[in-house]
């Protein structure tokens, strides 16, 4: 399994934006779903969000309708469209394939999102 590769973390005010991004060579021909996670420092990890291969998609109650998960399936990436950020959105987000066998993957490096009230 090819690890994830996570960017597009950042340092921004309450109420901005971001947009991270996550590759994973080979999710879309094997059939993946893909999750993104987040750690805050001291904290266990939480789901975030998730689409499945029908594109379906999921999401925690606290970013519903502020966060949206989609996918290019032709360049393998993952994304999070992060919109009226809170300080309690501050953590180190992850992504990773989920899924039988091949897909069945581990969460990545992360990328850090800080959000400044």
């Known amino acids: 399994q090819v690890q994830p590769v996570e960017s597009g973390g950042g340092s921004v005010q309450a109420g901005g934006s971001l947009r991270l991004s996550c590759t994973i060579p080979?999710?879309?021909?094997?059939?993946?779903?893909m999750d993104w996670s987040r750690q805050a420092a001291g904290k266990q990890r939480e789901w975030v969000s998730s689409?499945?291969?029908?594109?379906?998609?999921g999401y925690q109650e606290s970013v519903k309708g502020r966060f949206t998960i989609s996918q290019d399936k032709t360049t393998d990436t993952l994304y999070l469209q992060m919109d009226n950020l809170k300080p309690e959105d501050t953590a180190i987000y992850h992504c990773?394939?989920?899924?039988?066998?091949?897909?069945?993957?581990?969460w990545g490096q992360g990328t850090q999102v800080t959000v400044s009230s």
């Open positions: 080979g999710s879309t021909s094997n059939g993946c779903g």
């Open positions: 990773k394939t989920f899924g039988r066998g091949w897909c069945a993957g581990d």
């Open positions: 689409i499945r291969t029908d594109g379906s998609t």
